[in-house]
């Protein structure tokens, strides 16, 4: 073999390796938060991503125990951002559900609780050591202060702390937007929600009809 096919030999070898090693590579996000919160999020590599895998949290509260949540994540689903929440004890996890975004309420200080299966979670929730809701679309006070916090987050920040990975790729514009139409959803078991247009067109003050 002569030196420029050893060259081309060790450069393709070396690209080869690169390139694998890309696609084993776990992204770790590191934050901490205002109100004492430490996270950190791993997220699972390209590799993993076409089979279906998970998206490991790691939380250490203010006060109490480290808790973990491990949600399902591949190249239409995972986990987006994390918000603190205003009570201490109290996250809330952005999540893309490929058809829409679904909010999560993480609660450091209370035990898991079974996820119904008609809930948009049972697939997603895959492990968790402390109690996992869904945000319901009535939840109107939530939906607004994670569309706010995702609005009042600088650029840098949005980009150093969300998922961006294959498909899961969106604005802090879109995502705040999203957030402010209650994660573009339809209905789901639980929902009670009353359309703003049916408030507004309700001109005797009586209550609309929920559906």
Request: proline share 6%; with cysteine; aromatic share 10%.
């Amino acid at each position: 073999m002569t030196i420029r096919r050893k060259c081309i030999w060790w450069s393709v070898s070396a690209t080869m390796a690169v390139t694998f090693g890309i696609f084993l590579l776990h992204r770790e996000i590191l934050f901490s938060t205002l109100n004492g919160w430490e996270i950190d999020l791993r997220q699972a590599s390209i590799l993993e991503l076409a089979f279906g895998s998970k998206c490991n949290l790691h939380l250490k509260p203010p006060t109490g125990q480290p808790q973990s949540v491990e949600l399902l994540q591949d190249w239409f689903r995972s986990p987006i951002v994390v918000i603190p929440s205003s009570k201490t004890n109290i996250l809330f996890c952005v999540y893309d559900n490929d058809v829409d975004w679904q909010a999560i309420r993480i609660h450091a200080d209370l035990p898991f609780a079974k996820i119904a299966q008609d809930s948009p979670l049972a697939g997603v929730v895959l492990r968790a050591t402390c109690r996992i809701e869904r945000v319901l679309k009535n939840d109107t006070n939530d939906w607004h202060f994670m569309s706010d916090a995702v609005r009042q987050m600088s650029p840098r920040q949005f980009g150093n702390e969300a998922v961006h990975f294959g498909f899961l790729r969106t604005s802090k514009e879109q995502l705040a937007h999203s957030l402010q139409n209650f994660g573009d959803q339809g209905q789901y078991p639980g929902d009670v929600f009353i359309p703003h247009y049916i408030k507004s067109r309700n001109t005797n003050n009586e209550p609309a009809a929920p559906f």
